[in-house]
């Protein structure tokens, strides 16, 4: 059974940087993708950012504005979402998803195979 684990979020001032992690177990991605979304409160789920495990390409949403950046370790099996110059508006759960096929890189959520529990990322101004 493949488990997605994220964990790095808290609480950080506005202009403050977080490194959430996305641990895979009982599988890998290797020919897959790995995406992150968030959902704040009486909000809809929102695209962040997906990378490939292989020729890590990485696609962001529009909000991103070069803020975030996604990587990858193979010999963890896992995927970094890099956020900084952070915003009271990012405050909001922080997913990750994993499809098993790569593809076409993808925003939607219903794309994907496997979702973690999320992690809460709480900007305060």
């Known amino acids: 059974q493949v488990q997605l684990v994220e964990s790095g979020g808290g609480l950080v001032q506005t202009g403050g940087s977080l490194r959430l992690s996305c641990a895979a177990s009982?599988?890998?991605?290797?020919?897959?993708?790995v995406g992150w979304f968030r959902q704040a409160p009486g909000k809809e789920r929102e695209f962040v950012g997906v990378i490939r495990w292989t020729f890590p390409i990485s696609l962001y949403g529009d909000f991103v504005k070069g803020r975030f950046t996604l990587s990858t370790d193979n010999a963890k099996n896992t995927v970094y979402l890099q956020m900084n110059s952070l915003k009271s508006e990012d405050t909001a759960i922080y997913y990750c998803?994993?499809?098993?096929?790569?593809?076409?890189?993808?925003?939607?959520?219903?794309?994907?195979?496997?979702w973690g529990q999320g992690t809460q990322v709480t900007v305060s101004s």
């Open positions: 009982g599988g890998t991605f290797r020919g897959g993708a």
């Open positions: 998803a994993a499809k098993e096929v790569a593809g076409r890189l993808t925003s939607t959520p219903a794309d994907y195979d496997y």
